[in-house]
Structure formats: C-alpha cells, structure tokens
C-alpha cells in the first residue's frame, strides 16, 4: 500500500466550504457517482461472472486505476491485496484464484516480474475476458483513446 494522510473536518465546515465552492462539490459528486458505479460493477462481476471473468475485471480495474505502462510493453501495476484477501473480495476460494492466474500466466497474458507486482502483456486480451470491460472503459478512460490509465509515465 501507499502511504497517505487523512484530514479530519466537522462536517458542517465541509458543507459550507463545498456550498462556497462548486468545485468541491462537484469533485465529492463525481467521487460518490465513481465509487457507486464500481460497486455496482463489483457486484455484478461476484454476482454473474465465472472465476475468470471476475479475476480479469478485477486486474482490468487494477490496470486503469493504477496502472503505468511497462518498458518492455503492457502494463504494470502493484497488487494491492493478498492473494487470501483478492480471493475474499472476489468470491472465489484461494486454491480456484491460483488456479486461474496461473492460466493467465501460462497464457502469457500476464506476469509476475516482482512479488507484489503484475504485468499484463496482453491489455486487449485481457479485456475481451471480461463482460465487465466497457462499463470499466466508461469509468475510467479509454485505454485505446490514451485516456486510461495504462498511458501514464
């Protein structure tokens, strides 16, 4: 994980200063619209989809969220979860998670260059294994516009 800070504010001085500044709240706005559309997106890929399709929403998430470009190609990103803990979050049991990165993996559509990272070879690969692509597109940017993730240095 990264490290970060938190700032504590009363909530009626967050109200004024969003009522002050329409800025504010229209970042708050669009960060409630974000997070609920990803919940709904999660939902959806634990609800509907088969172990595959969740694990490649899920790194299709990771890749436009986090994302940067890789100098030998794909994109490279940091998992932010314990293999235990992305199988909770996923629904799935750990053995079933292993069993399907490891056929990414034998696939070549994805890698491990260090322990806690991933390299996915293969972004459009990877994103015809999920029904969840264009609704992450929509979200996040368009890899193939240079709007995504992926195109950050």
């Given at each position: 994980?990264?490290p970060?800070?938190?700032?504590r504010?009363?909530w009626s001085?967050?109200t004024?200063?969003?009522?002050e500044d329409p800025?504010i709240?229209?970042?708050?706005?669009?960060?409630?619209?974000?997070?609920?559309?990803?919940?709904?997106?999660?939902?959806?890929?634990?609800?509907?989809?088969?172990?595959?399709?969740r694990?490649a929403?899920?790194?299709?998430?990771?890749a436009?969220?986090?994302?940067?470009k890789?100098?030998?190609g794909g994109?490279?990103f940091?998992?932010p979860?314990?293999?235990?803990?992305?199988?909770?979050?996923?629904?799935?049991?750990a053995?079933?998670?292993s069993r399907?990165?490891s056929?990414?993996?034998?696939?070549?559509?994805?890698s491990?260059?260090?322990?806690?990272?991933?390299?996915v070879?293969?972004?459009?690969?990877?994103?015809?294994?999920?029904?969840a692509?264009?609704?992450l597109m929509?979200?996040?940017?368009?890899?193939s516009?240079?709007?995504?993730?992926?195109?950050r240095?």
């Amino acid at each position: 994980m990264s490290p970060g800070e938190v700032l504590r504010v009363r909530w009626s001085t967050f109200t004024g200063l969003a009522a002050e500044d329409p800025e504010i709240a229209r970042y708050v706005d669009d960060a409630v619209a974000k997070q609920t559309a990803r919940q709904a997106i999660h939902m959806a890929a634990v609800g509907r989809f088969d172990c595959r399709q969740r694990v490649a929403t899920f790194l299709l998430e990771l890749a436009l969220r986090i994302g940067i470009k890789a100098p030998c190609g794909g994109v490279e990103f940091e998992m932010p979860l314990r293999r235990t803990d992305m199988a909770d979050y996923l629904g799935l049991n750990a053995d079933t998670l292993s069993r399907t990165m490891s056929r990414l993996r034998a696939t070549g559509l994805l890698s491990h260059p260090e322990r806690h990272r991933a390299l996915v070879r293969d972004f459009e690969a990877l994103t015809a294994l999920t029904p969840a692509a264009q609704s992450l597109m929509a979200l996040y940017g368009n890899a193939s516009s240079g709007n995504a993730s992926p195109g950050r240095a």
